[in-house]
């Protein structure tokens, strides 16, 4: 019994003289509040699921009311919640929320990058997260004119960095890809024709008459068509490229015809085989020249593997890290506006792969605008 309580207090001593504290069984010392001075906890600095989900954790401005007007600002998120002209499986108005829940882990002050050591979050850009523009879903028509003031709302204002650029530039999350000819027209607005550089798996320069337009013209106002739109509303040079290109056609011969007649040249799925992630880079860039681009990525130029939350999915795709190094390498690029278009959350899985792959695209979008600013 001795030398048991001889050890204990040699235990005891040498525990003290090591200066070895261990954390009382509950967490915190019975003496003390558990959470101590409210003075002591900061709420400013919080969890990422807390406060308003905006994407990568940005600012958000009600970009709509007058109030926004002294507000300034350099390039924009804006919401497209729009689906009512797919020709498959709805669900892309709820894209938008589903990006910005994908960008939860994402903030500035955790931006910078592994491959360039940068952070375009912190550069000399101001972002902002405008939220979604208030659509109506009872009329396309209605619908597509109210995202187009938006855009030119968003897009009317002085920029905040008028030494770079004097008009904000914007990045849309879709929402299906119709929303696209809304800011292409807004695009052309302020900056005139542009070169679309068009990540996907469809061509989506479709005849209005071949796909939908023998319902009603409303109708051929669609997912399909809007690049034949844009092109014979003047909106894009015959500079442009489709990238990513599978999906089957409608006409033997008369799409792509079409397809060229709009201006387009095509990069398929399959030809990263071939030419890898380098040439496919090479193709873009030598398309486009130097010209301003519009880009526009239809999450369904990933294979469904990485990307099964869309509504046309297209075997054969992309990876992920395939079409990011492309992005990457679009670098000095004028690039004066872009979207992420086609997300529906509903097809995804508990791993949320589509959104998380979303919105790493838009990162990479913003990442083009920060790394060349464009004058007007």
Not at 202 to 225: C, F, K, M, Q, R
Not at 234 to 263: E, M, Q, W, Y
Request: a negative charge; glycine letters at 10%.
């Amino acid at each position: 019994m001795a030398s048991s309580a001889l050890a204990i207090a040699l235990l005891v001593v040498s525990v003290s003289a090591r200066d070895i504290v261990f954390p009382p069984v509950a967490g915190f010392d019975v003496h003390q509040s558990p959470i101590g001075s409210s003075n002591d906890v900061d709420i400013v600095i919080g969890s990422a699921f807390s406060g308003l989900t905006t994407f990568a954790n940005l600012p958000y401005i009600s970009c709509f009311d007058d109030k926004s007007e002294t507000e300034k600002y350099d390039i924009a998120i804006l919401g497209a919640p729009f689906d009512t002209s797919v020709t498959a499986r709805p669900g892309a108005r709820f894209g938008p929320g589903g990006i910005r829940r994908g960008s939860r882990r994402m903030a500035p002050l955790m931006g910078w990058s592994v491959y360039t050591g940068k952070n375009s979050f912190m550069d000399w850009a101001k972002i902002i997260d405008c939220g979604d523009a208030p659509l109506t879903f009872l009329d396309n028509t209605v619908a597509l004119k109210q995202l187009q003031k938006a855009h030119e709302v968003i897009s009317g204002r002085t920029a905040n960095a008028t030494a770079k650029s004097s008009i904000p530039r914007i990045i849309t999350f879709g929402g299906d890809h119709t929303t696209t000819l809304a800011a292409l027209r807004s695009t052309h607005k302020r900056w005139g024709a542009v070169s679309v550089i068009h990540f996907d798996s469809h061509i989506d320069t479709w005849d209005p008459e071949v796909l939908g337009g023998d319902v009603s013209h409303y109708a051929g106002v669609n997912h399909g068509t809007f690049l034949h739109l844009a092109h014979e509303e003047g909106l894009i040079f015959d500079t442009s490229i489709h990238a990513g290109i599978r999906a089957p056609l409608v006409r033997r011969k008369g799409d792509v015809r079409n397809d060229i007649r709009c201006g387009f040249e095509t990069v398929t799925a399959r030809q990263i085989d071939r030419i890898g992630v380098d040439g496919v880079i090479k193709k873009l860039r030598e398309r486009v020249g130097a010209s301003k681009v519009y880009i526009s990525v239809d999450i369904d130029v990933l294979d469904p593997a990485f990307a099964p939350a869309t509504g046309t999915s297209e075997v054969g795709g992309w990876t992920t890290r395939e079409l990011l190094s492309i992005l990457d390498g679009l670098e000095g690029l004028q690039v004066v506006g872009a979207d992420v278009v086609e997300v529906a959350p509903i097809y995804d899985n508990p791993g949320e792969t589509t959104v998380l792959a979303a919105a790493e695209v838009a990162h990479s979008l913003l990442t083009l605008m920060v790394q060349k600013a464009v004058k007007a």
